[in-house]
Structures are given as structure tokens and as C-alpha cells.
């Protein structure tokens, strides 16, 4: 029953006094097509008076992010004018499409007054054809995300692209992909059908599971043979989970710092483009 192909450890890679973990890519997981990147930053406790999140203005090209604020908080501005502040249990999707600019910091609040922090981004690919899409941006609070539970309210999902249980998720995606947020009570279980025809993200931000009986633990990425999988998850304690599925593109990739491209030229071309101002003004 097991279907777990490998357990990828997330490595240790701090940025400044930022605590962060990545599980992909390493050496060993380069990618599970269309999920190309997460870090997981903390758990950790900012005293007051500090300097809050790293991530000062920054271009993008070619991919899309998807962030989740367990603790603390995200200041988010970008060069197409979006700007919004997310707190704990909310979530950010941004499409990078063409080209931006963009800051991901903390507010001023949250560096007057510290506080606890755990934050994930996750990168996803997008398809040759929208490579060049327009940027988009959405920011949602904890509240204006649909959610569900399972097992007697043991599991609550909040459901954040594509459809389970009958929820619609909080989020129109570019491409057909399935993704959830999973918060578990000790005890809680589920089982979910993926398709044969999908790639599987499973990734445990906290707490232990038994993933189709064999034990994880938390800053754990899941790796899944090919076919049609059943997932049938228990935790072992209170635990989080971020699960997602979409078809692979089985397309060409390069990757170079902030841009996702299909090849060598597309990531010199996107250098250009940026120097060249086509990536918008940053004027905050």
C-alpha cells in the first residue's frame, strides 16, 4: 500500500537571522513537476525592534508562488501596484507571468513588536504558453479561505485551488492543480484518491504523520511512485500539512535565480528585460 517512492529532508539553508529549511530543489529532488521550489521559514520568535523578513524588491519571471503565513505576518508590494498585509492562516498567490517586481517584508507592527513567525513559499511552475502571461496578484486573510473538516472535525482543510469535498478553492488557478492546507488534531485521519495522471506534493510543515503507514516527520517533503495513489494519513500528533496535485508539463526547464524559463536564451532574454525597465517601475 505504501506508494512512497522517497522522504526528502528539508536542508538547513538560513537567510541573514531568517531560520529556513528547502526539501526541493537538493542534489537528490530537483523538482516534482509542476512544484519547483519551497522554503519553510521558521518556527521561530522575533524580539521586538527587529528587521523582519529579508525579501526586499525582486524581479520575477515565468513562475507563480504560493505563500502561507502560519505566524506573524507579509507585507506584500509589487510593481503592478498590488499591496496588501496577510496574517497568520492566510495565504498569498502570486502569478509572476511576464515580469515584476516585487517586496516581501514584515509590516511595521510586527518589527516595532516582534512575535512568533512560520512562513512557506512554494514556487510553481507555469506552462511554456503562459510564460508570458500578465501578472497577478491575490492576498487572503485566514477568514476569506473556504474550508472543510473531516473525521468529526479532527482534520480541517482549507481548501485553497480546485475542488474536494464538494469546496471550491479560494484561488482560480492558471493551470489544473488540487492544493490544500491540512491541519490535523492528534488521532485525525483522512484518505484521499489521487489521480494516476497527477504528480503529488506532500509536504509536512509540523507535528508527525503515518502517511500510508509509514511514519514522517515534520520539514519532511513525500515523494510518490507514478500511478494512481490512495493517500491515507493519520497524525501521530497535532501536525500541518500542505498537499497539492496537478499533472506534470514535461516541458523543458531553466532556472536561474528569480526567473523560470524553458531555456537558456528565455533567462538571458528576462535579464534584458529587467534592466531594461519591462518589468514595471518599483516606486514604493
Given amino acids: 500500500m505504501s506508494q512512497i517512492k522517497k522522504i526528502h529532508p528539508a536542508e538547513y539553508r538560513p537567510i541573514a537571522d531568517l531560520i529556513t529549511y528547502s526539501p526541493m530543489p537538493t542534489r537528490q529532488l ?12 521558521g518556527f521561530q520568535t522575533y524580539p521586538a525592534t527587529n528587521n523582519g523578513l529579508p525579501f526586499g524588491p525582486h524581479p520575477h519571471r515565468g513562475m507563480e508562488t504560493v505563500t502561507f503565513i502560519l ?51 512554494l514556487w510553481l511552475n507555469l506552462p511554456a504558453k503562459l510564460k508570458m502571461t500578465d501578472p497577478l496578484y491575490v492576498g487572503l486573510q485566514k477568514e476569506e479561505i473556504p474550508s472543510f473538516t473531516l473525521d468529526e472535525g479532527k482534520v480541517t482543510v482549507q481548501q485553497l485551488f ?36 497527477d504528480n503529488i506534493f506532500f509536504y509536512i510543515v509540523r ?33 500541518i500539512l500542505i498537499l497539492g496535485h496537478a499533472q506534470p508539463f514535461n516541458e523543458p526547464m531553466v532556472a536561474q535565480g528569480p526567473f523560470v524559463m524553458n531555456s537558456e536564451e528565455e ?15 518599483w516606486k514604493h
Avoid at 490544500?180 to 495522471?197: D, M, V
Avoid at 520539514?219 to 495513489?229: A, D, M, T
Avoid at 538571458?268 to 525597465?277: L, P
Fill in 30 to 41: 530537483q523538482q516534482i513537476d509542476p512544484f519547483i521550489f519551497l522554503n519553510h521559514h
Fill in 207 to 239: 507535528g508527525e504523520l503515518a502517511v500510508n503507514g509509514q511514519s514522517v516527520p515534520f520539514r519532511n517533503l513525500v515523494e510518490f511512485k507514478l500511478g494512481e495513489v490512495e493517500l491515507e494519513v493519520t497524525a501521530s500528533s497535532d501536525a
Fill in 71 to 121: 505566524e506573524g505576518d507579509i507585507m506584500h508590494l509589487d510593481s503592478s501596484g498590488h499591496e496588501s498585509v496577510i496574517g497568520p492562516g492566510g495565504v498569498q498567490y502570486m502569478t509572476a507571468g511576464r515580469g515584476l517586481i516585487h517586496s516581501e517584508v514584515s509590516s511595521s507592527e510586527f518589527k516595532k513588536n516582534g512575535g512568533d513567525l512560520e512562513i512557506l513559499q
Fill in 162 to 197: 480546485g475542488e474536494w469535498n464538494g469546496v471550491n478553492g479560494a484561488f482560480k488557478e492558471s493551470f489544473p492543480l488540487n492544493m490544500s492546507t491540512i491541519y490535523l488534531k492528534e488521532g485525525g485521519t483522512f484518505k484521499k484518491q489521487i489521480p494516476a495522471s
Fill in 267 to 281: 533567462i538571458h532574454q528576462a535579464y534584458e528585460d529587467y534592466r531594461n525597465g519591462k518589468f514595471g517601475s
